[in-house]
């Protein structure tokens, strides 16, 4: 098993796409070991990708390409802007408003933060706003995504690890609500430096931007609900959300031939890349399975740290180290089936681990040397690495607070999917 790590990170430290690495290093076990047969590579990489709960993962993709094209996201900045214009640096907070409204369409953080910096980085510079601190603002308003559901990560955390999707959604909205918050704070800290807002606050006009993006807003409630009800497992409901979202385009009278077309295309981009992850990640996760890596880390969680708190912050700062050189969802993929059983027998609450597991992971897509949604807000706001690092360090250090102050104190992720599911 060592030797199929060392291949996979060689590999990725020269540069090859992640998932062929994962791949190859996954090979690299079966030929190293005679006894089994190499026809398993292919059965158990086409047997990663038939598993039932991740139905919920084509269709939620499906589903926020579909808001996308249809006029939701442009409504949700109405709402966000109407809120926050006349505050100085209210563009700055629009844009943490807009993630965390955003994050109830898209569910990932690349995608959140490159819109972000499209649709608003044009506007911010007009104002006086430095390109770094654009690209930082929008990698991190991003990072809203990842809690609020629908979240990517989240329902794949849920589907490999055999957790309720369903209360890692009520659970993700309270981390969520505490990052954006810490984010906010930043924001008001950095606010003297900041361009002075170019709104005034009217209740109208947050009302009527409410009204128009009222669609829009309630999609995180309408799939809380029904999922606490019964009305869809998570397999269904996403399928829901493609419909409600097709709802959405007729009412805002947006839907066309042309839009749909797009969000297919997109769609299959996507869904693509994840099953193709998966597919590899089964390949390499059986080795782990067959050297017991799972039952190991458990036993040295067990036997070396008593504390399970201690426990969890050792397994959140690894995450954030490894977050450095690998993607987010490569993490959630691959490690996911070996610390579920750890935390599971230090006693740990599955739900509480995977929020916050979900969202340390997705720090590392905007920390130096490879962060892709760093990069990709660099790219557009055409700034360099040590001008987004400068004018984005306080960003950071807010995102660590927020999940400082959910590690200490649980009940923030635990509240509502106690509240809503453990009664039934």
Not at 138 to 167: C, D, E, K, R, T
Not at 224 to 251: N, Q
Not at 340 to 345: C, F, G, N, R, S
Request: charged share 10%.
């Amino acid at each position: 098993m060592l030797l199929s790590f060392l291949v996979f990170l060689t590999l990725l430290l020269l540069g090859m796409p992640v998932v062929f690495a994962i791949g190859i290093g996954g090979l690299i076990f079966f030929l190293t070991h005679p006894d089994l047969q190499l026809t398993m590579p292919v059965q158990l990489a086409l047997a990663e990708t038939q598993n039932f709960s991740l139905l919920a993962i084509p269709t939620f993709i499906l589903a926020s390409n579909l808001m996308n094209e249809l006029g939701v996201t442009r409504r949700l900045l109405q709402v966000a802007y109407a809120l926050t214009a006349f505050i100085r640096g209210g563009l700055a907070h629009a844009s943490i408003v807009l993630g965390f409204l955003m994050g109830g369409v898209s569910g990932s953080a690349i995608a959140d933060a490159t819109m972000q910096s499209r649709l608003l980085g044009p506007e911010m510079l007009r104002q006086g706003y430095s390109r770094g601190f654009i690209a930082a603002l929008q990698g991190f308003a991003g990072l809203l995504a990842v809690a609020i559901p629908p979240s990517i990560g989240l329902i794949l955390y849920g589907s490999i690890g055999q957790v309720s999707i369903g209360q890692l959604f009520a659970g993700g909205i309270g981390l969520g609500l505490v990052m954006a918050v810490s984010l906010l704070l930043a924001v008001t800290v950095l606010g003297p430096k900041l361009p002075p807002g170019e709104g005034s606050f009217h209740v109208s006009e947050i009302a009527r931007a409410l009204k128009d993006g009222f669609w829009a807003v309630v999609f995180p409630i309408l799939l809380l609900v029904s999922l606490r009800f019964g009305v869809f497992v998570p397999s269904e409901v996403g399928a829901a959300a493609v419909v409600y979202s097709l709802f959405v385009g007729l009412v805002y009278r947006e839907l066309s031939v042309d839009r749909v077309g797009r969000a297919l295309s997109n769609s299959v981009r996507d869904i693509g890349m994840v099953a193709l992850l998966i597919a590899m990640a089964g390949v390499l996760g059986y080795g782990m399975k067959w050297e017991m890596v799972p039952q190991q880390v458990s036993s040295f969680l067990l036997d070396v740290v008593q504390n399970p708190q201690f426990a969890l912050v050792l397994i959140l700062l690894s995450l954030l180290v490894l977050g450095m050189i690998l993607d987010s969802t490569v993490m959630i993929i691959m490690l996911t089936p070996i610390l579920v059983p750890a935390v599971k027998a230090l006693g740990i609450d599955l739900v509480y681990f995977g929020v916050l597991m979900v969202m340390t992971c997705a720090i590392g897509l905007l920390t130096p040397p490879v962060g892709l949604s760093m990069y990709s807000v660099c790219s557009i706001m055409n700034c360099d690495l040590e001008e987004y690092v400068r004018e984005g360090w306080p960003l950071f250090v807010a995102a660590l607070v927020a999940l400082i102050v959910v590690m200490t104190f649980p009940q923030v992720v635990l509240f509502l999917p106690e509240l809503l599911f453990r009664g039934r």
